[in-house]
């Protein structure tokens, strides 16, 4: 839908490319979002210094 809808998008036809593009940023941020709340109730006591693996 993206790739078809880039020539529609120079035509000032834009909503036939943003609408699409914007679900599929929503879908990903929201399974990110519930990836990260899954990770938090399994792990609570997690790493959370952001480095890579390396604990204090």
């Known amino acids: 839908m993206l790739a ?3 020539s529609s998008l120079i035509q000032g036809q834009w909503w036939i490319t943003v609408f699409p593009g914007l679900a599929i940023f929503l ?3 929201s ?9 938090d109730a399994v ?5 959370t210094s952001g480095g890579a693996g390396v604990r204090e």
């Open 43 to 47: 792990d609570p006591q997690g790493d």
């Open 27 to 29: 879908f990903v941020l």
């Open 31 to 39: 399974i990110n979002l519930v990836g990260d709340g899954v990770r």
């Open 4 to 6: 078809r809808g880039r």
